[in-house]
């Protein structure tokens, strides 16, 4: 049984370590100039990589914008503008969505420039065209 314990133990220990470092691929804070000079010596599945990082927290910051104007709508008019934490949140998680698309068109434009699928990166999936 203290075996089954520390296993979970371990197991979620490297969960968050995993998971933490995959938040660090997208960094909203990343010197513009710095990654303009980085994408010039990587490789396309490089660039795809990171290029699919960002697009992921992109659409994370989508799900939790989401997710406010859901609890908007539930809200009376008066106390949505009347909320300060909110509007901040708000403002908050539009800078970085705007810090994050802006690094991501960086590494999708060297991307597709060294041959890159632009499919593979791309922010939505294809939508399917009904038959």
Do not use: W
């Amino acid at each position: 049984m203290k075996f089954l314990n520390n296993f979970i133990i371990a197991a979620v220990v490297l969960a968050g370590i995993s998971l933490s470092g995959c938040a660090k691929e997208a960094d909203p804070k990343r010197p513009i100039e710095k990654i303009q000079k980085e994408v010039m010596t990587m490789s396309v599945a490089q660039l795809e990589a990171k290029a699919s990082a960002y697009a992921a927290a992109i659409r994370a910051q989508k799900a939790e914008i989401t997710k406010i104007q859901q609890q908007i709508q539930k809200m009376p008019i008066e106390k949505v503008f009347n909320d300060k934490s909110m509007t901040r949140r708000i403002a908050g998680i539009g800078q970085e969505a705007e810090a994050l698309f802006e690094r991501y068109r960086i590494y999708v434009k060297a991307y597709q420039e060294k041959g890159g699928d632009i499919a593979k990166v791309q922010l939505e999936p294809p939508q399917e065209t009904g038959k």
